[in-house]
């Protein structure tokens, strides 16, 4: 690909940078659908971030997307922030229109359009248990409750963190989320009638592989089992779902579809997912 005046820039703003994959996904598809456009990755150190920020917005770019540990500090130095970025308390991606920058947080329904797609199943109304009370799992309850879903319970090993974000679900979205310990009795009840059991904990994750979030024998056949890790493309967790019957959700979903809902604000056409996910699986292997 030839960059030229007309190139309309995608940056990445984190530090360190490390070998993130949205560069190849995203490059990809432009070239793809043969647009103009250029994703590059750009190390920017807390102190510099300022003014890197209001470099961006001079420049031909059409936005970026934000990552550790920019996602909370970048808010200060945008025009506006959309609601539900608000209530995520975080910023993945921002764009740029004629020098404002806006910023949204494109991970929860992301994660939303990867369970749908992959998994299935609709929000709305459903029974739903998160593990895991980090930052992803913020952006993925919030946007659950956003989206009208009917009851969700959290579980953490740390139960402080479960319960503050469950009392910050409730009063400032919707009253629908409950927390229950992480020890396999209370999992177990919190599993009764559950259609859908989310993993967003690192267990499972590279180098521990062989761990499982929860007790195998907790799974029952009529859940929607979801991971949001994607090394290993199957967790063990994963495996365990699918001998026991469940429908299994992969981790990569979430990355993709995070930045099919940022491709579309910054080019306004529609992502060529297929080929995004491809791109992934390549670099992955396996
Ligand atoms: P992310 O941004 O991916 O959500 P994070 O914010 O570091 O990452 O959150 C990691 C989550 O995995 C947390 O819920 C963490 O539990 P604590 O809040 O108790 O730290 C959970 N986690 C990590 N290692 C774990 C382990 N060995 N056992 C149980 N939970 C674990």
């Known amino acids: 690909m030839t960059i030229d005046v007309d190139t309309k820039l995608v940056g990445l703003l984190g530090f360190p940078l490390g070998h993130s994959l949205s560069p190849l996904m995203h490059n990809r598809a432009f070239a793809t659908l043969g647009l103009n456009f250029h994703y590059l990755p750009i190390q920017v150190s807390e102190a510099h971030l300022p003014t890197v920020a209001a470099g961006l917005a001079c420049m031909n770019f059409a936005g970026y997307n934000v990552t550790i540990p920019h996602k909370i500090r970048i808010m200060a130095h945008l025009d506006a922030v959309d609601d539900l970025a608000r209530l995520i308390g975080a910023v993945n991606t921002v764009v740029l229109h004629e020098g404002r920058a806006t910023g949204y947080n494109t991970d929860g329904a992301g994660y939303v359009r990867a369970l749908e797609s992959e998994g299935g199943v609709t ?45 910050d679900i409730n009063s400032r979205v919707r009253p629908c989320c409950g927390v229950a310990p992480m020890e396999p009795a209370a999992l177990e009840a919190a599993l ?13 994750m590279h180098p521990q592989e062989d761990r499982l979030p929860l007790e195998a024998g907790l799974l029952h056949r009529d859940l929607v089992v979801s991971d949001i890790v994607y090394n290993p493309r199957e967790t063990r967790l994963l495996r365990e779902a699918a001998a026991r019957g469940c429908r299994v959700v992969h981790g990569l979903g979430m990355l993709v579809y995070q930045g099919v809902e940022g491709f579309r604000r910054w080019t306004g056409q529609e992502a060529p997912v297929e080929v ?11």
């Open 276 to 286: 995004m996910f491809a791109a992934l699986r390549e670099k992955l292997g396996g």
């Open 123 to 167: 929000v709305e109304g459903r029974k739903i248990v998160v593990l895991g009370c980090g930052g992803a799992a913020r952006a993925i309850a919030m946007t659950l409750a956003f989206r009208g879903v009917g009851a969700l319970t959290l579980c953490n090993r740390t139960a402080e963190k479960a319960h503050a974000l469950a009392a």
């Open 192 to 204: 009764v009638g559950a259609e859908v059991l989310i993993n967003t904990t690192s267990m499972g």
